[in-house]
């Protein structure tokens, strides 16, 4: 299995087609697999890789935890390596926290940010007793609390229509959230959450095109987010998808296929 190694962990990561390079990081306590619609469609033009995040699925983690800013250096190290030019960059919720952070850092390096369902906040205070009582049954790596907590947590960031109208999707994706390690989710959560710092002073350095999606129905980041983001980032677009929430590509696989398909050929025009 291809792994990309760093300090953090040993990223795991899939890589299909050829052309223009993709690059796929998800949300927490999701996998690379919620790109997998995406992925499958995209990878017969393109040159696509999607990253299982430290923490999640087959990526390990570094038991002193980790930031953001850290994952994006990662991101950096990864493309320098492999040598890809003007890489376009999609990522969902978490991922999107850390595109923004490489962007802003290496603004020359990237050529195109799809930003889905994603904050360049720090997260609202109010919600902090909540994420701690999250990392504290997390902690206890007890499967029966932890399961419950990710079928609550799941409740919260797809949308009813979802719930009601794909329910075999919606047990596959549960299964896929309950897949990992409960102390790597933990850390992941600290690091996304609660040590999330507010880089909105900081997104107009943001030098390439962009695409900002957001689910209509998204209360983890809500619609007010992504219209700041949109007005604060040179030329940005901004698509609202009707019946989705926060986990817009495997609520909405199609409409977000599309979406990415027709950006990255207008990029690819300019």
């Known amino acids: 299995m291809p792994y990309f190694k760093t300090e953090i962990c040993n990223y795991y990561f899939q890589q299909k087609g050829k052309g223009k390079t993709l690059i796929f990081a998800h949300g927490l306590f999701v996998d690379h697999t919620i790109f997998e619609h995406q992925f499958e469609h995209l990878s017969k033009n393109y040159n696509c890789f999607s990253f299982d995040l430290p923490g999640h699925s087959k990526s390990n983690f570094r038991e002193s935890g980790w930031t953001l800013q850290e994952i994006a250096d990662d991101f950096y ?139 209509v129905d998204d209360h983890a980041t809500p619609i007010e987010i992504s219209e700041m983001m949109n007005t604060e980032i040179k030329g940005a677009q901004l698509e609202i998808i009707q019946n989705a929430s926060h986990h817009i590509p495997i609520e909405k696989p199609e409409a977000l296929t599309n979406s990415i398909f027709k950006f990255v050929i207008m990029n690819n025009k300019l």
């Open 77 to 215: 190290k990864f493309i320098i390596k492999n040598k890809i030019r003007k890489p376009i960059l999609i990522g969902q919720s978490q991922g999107g926290m850390i595109f923004m952070r490489l962007a802003i850092k290496f603004p020359d390096l990237v050529g195109g940010l799809i930003l889905i369902g994603t904050s360049s906040k720090a997260e609202y205070k109010n919600r902090f007793p909540f994420w701690k009582e999250v990392i504290l049954t997390l902690e206890t790596q007890n499967n029966s609390k932890v399961n419950n907590l990710l079928a609550q947590i799941q409740k919260n960031v797809v949308s009813e229509y979802f719930l009601k109208n794909s329910p075999s999707k919606a047990l596959q994706e549960l299964k896929m959230m309950q897949n990992h390690h409960p102390i790597g989710l933990s850390l992941s959560t600290q690091a996304a959450v609660l040590h999330r710092t507010d880089i909105s002073d900081q997104i107009h350095k943001i030098k390439c095109k962009t695409l900002i999606v957001c689910g």
